[in-house]
């Protein structure tokens, strides 16, 4: 079964990229024997295979270790972009509120409930759009409010 853990791709890209276990726990904000760990567990999860070379004074990458950066970065960058993409959807999914009414609810109803609204949502941008009813249930359906 593969246990390979994200936070062990990054730890082996952030030593290979450093050349340095003490640098690359400074990066990750973590001790150098926690670094150690997860290098050693990617190692052991890949089968026991080292990727790293190292002595007290370098870091360097072996055979098996260089033909693994390029995907381990890989891998990295589609998920920071996912995480990316995902928070900004989440944020223009929740930034904006449409709402299609009649002129008496939009003038009468609708302004003390948005007040309301905002202060449960700081930030959320509310429009109204003064509408017939058979307008604003096209609306609707047409997926614009």
Same mark, same amino acid.
């Given at each position: 079964?593969?246990?390979?853990?994200?936070?062990?791709?990054?730890?082996?890209?952030?030593?290979?990229?450093?050349?340095?276990?003490?640098?690359?726990?400074?990066?990750?904000?973590?001790? +150098?024997?926690?670094?150690?760990? +997860?290098?050693?567990?990617?190692?052991?999860?890949?089968?026991?295979?080292?990727?790293?070379?190292?002595?007290?004074?370098?870091?360097?990458?072996?055979?098996?270790?260089?033909?693994?950066?390029?995907?381990?970065?890989?891998?990295?960058?589609?998920?920071?972009?996912?995480?990316?993409?995902?928070?900004?959807?989440?944020?223009?999914?929740?930034?904006?509120?449409?709402?299609?009414?009649?002129?008496?609810?939009?003038?009468?109803?609708?302004?003390?409930?948005?007040?309301?609204?905002?202060?449960?949502?700081?930030?959320?941008?509310?429009?109204?759009?003064?509408?017939?009813?058979?307008?604003?249930?096209?609306?609707?359906?047409?997926?614009?409010?």
């Amino acid at each position: 079964m593969l246990d390979v853990k994200f936070g062990h791709l990054e730890s082996f890209v952030a030593v290979a990229q450093l050349g340095s276990f003490t640098q690359a726990a400074k990066v990750l904000n973590i001790s +150098q024997p926690a670094l150690t760990v +997860q290098i050693n567990h990617l190692e052991a999860s890949l089968g026991d295979v080292r990727l790293l070379e190292r002595n007290t004074r370098s870091v360097r990458l072996t055979k098996a270790g260089k033909e693994m950066l390029p995907a381990a970065q890989r891998i990295i960058r589609d998920m920071e972009r996912l995480v990316s993409d995902t928070k900004k959807v989440s944020r223009e999914r929740e930034s904006v509120v449409k709402i299609a009414a009649i002129s008496s609810v939009a003038v009468a109803v609708l302004p003390p409930a948005i007040a309301s609204f905002q202060e449960l949502h700081p930030g959320t941008y509310v429009q109204v759009t003064d509408a017939f009813s058979d307008q604003a249930l096209e609306l609707v359906r047409e997926g614009k409010v």
